[in-house]
């Protein structure tokens, strides 16, 4: 990385947990971090403020909730390059315009709308799905820490993906010296374990033979500095992602169509049980 990284922020406590890990993240990298306030952001979201500005959510204006972020950053890393900015523009256009000259995005799940954190905000949403940079989104337990977290491994999925996915994830495994789990999912269709002429599992086995060899072959390049464990697992992706999950650190997926989720990205993103990274994939 060399652009710096961007993360949004709202005013929420979520949005300033984020600043937390982008600075931790920026940090690692040794970019800078660029604070981002879209000022149509309001509009959408409640009053629910984090109480760190210090002023009552009446009386808040942009330039508040961007010092409040800056003054944390810079606690968190007294060395880090702190910028901000407000963009006149609604929060995921404001975001997705900040990624194009940005090595990451960082954002929380949800901001000032006072729904549980579980559920996936339509600003997160739309950012991961049509930025031009890897969008974080900040799930499950972080312990608001980018590394030295309870869970350090980086889980990456392997189906169809690009080079720039397991890139991503190689480098973020070697800065923080935690292994990369490399994840296939894979399925025998009903079909054939009915039909089939085969002895019971022999269907299933050629299966599993078969994502074993795609995952071999998807990880023939890795880095010999980086510790990689292979893992072939029976089921749909969208289901053994969010499980993998729960012994991670960071989880690394791909998207493939500009301004969509797939279906995969759509479940991990909302069931994910850390920090979900969204790779756009390059054709």
């Known amino acids: 990385m060399y652009l710096p990284l961007v993360v949004g922020v709202d005013g929420s406590e979520p949005s300033l947990r984020a600043v937390d890990w982008a600075a931790d993240e920026a940090a690692l990298h040794a970019v800078p971090l660029w604070v981002v306030f879209g000022d149509l952001w309001e509009r ?35 060395d880090l390059v702190v910028t901000t900015e407000t963009v006149p523009d609604e929060a995921e256009h404001a975001l997705i315009c900040a990624g194009r000259n940005a090595s990451m995005i960082v954002m929380g799940s949800r901001g000032r709308s006072g729904i549980a954190d579980r559920l996936l905000g339509s600003v997160s949403r739309t950012v ?36 720039s996915v397991l890139r991503l994830a190689f480098m973020e495994a070697r800065l923080r010296q935690v292994p ?47 510790a990689v464990r292979r893992y072939t697992v029976e089921g749909p992706a969208r289901a053994v992602l969010p499980a993998a999950s729960a012994e991670a650190g960071l989880l690394v997926i791909g998207r493939r169509t500009q301004g969509r989720l797939g279906r995969v990205a759509h479940a991990v993103l909302h069931r994910s049980a850390c920090p979900v990274v969204v790779v756009p994939e390059r054709t």
């Not at 909730?65 to 007294?78: E, N, T, Y």
């Not at 900040?138 to 869970?151: E, F, M, S, T, V």
């Not at 019971?200 to 795609?214: F, H, N, S, T, W």
């Open 180 to 226: 990369v789990a490399a994840v296939r999912a894979w399925r025998c269709p009903a079909h054939e374990t009915i039909d089939h002429p085969l002895p019971a599992g022999e269907p299933a086995r050629r299966y599993e033979e078969r994502a074993a060899r795609e995952l071999e072959a998807a990880l023939e390049d890795a880095p010999p500095d980086v």
């Open 44 to 78: 959408y979201e409640g009053a629910a403020l984090a109480r760190e500005p210090g002023k009552p959510s009446t009386d808040m204006q942009a330039d508040d909730i961007l010092a409040a972020a800056a003054i944390r950053a810079g606690r968190r890393h007294p």
């Open 128 to 163: 991961a799905a049509g930025s031009d940079c890897p969008v974080v989104v900040l799930r499950g337990n972080h312990d608001n820490r980018a590394i030295g977290g309870r869970n350090g491994r980086i889980v990456v999925g392997v189906g169809e993906v690009s080079a």
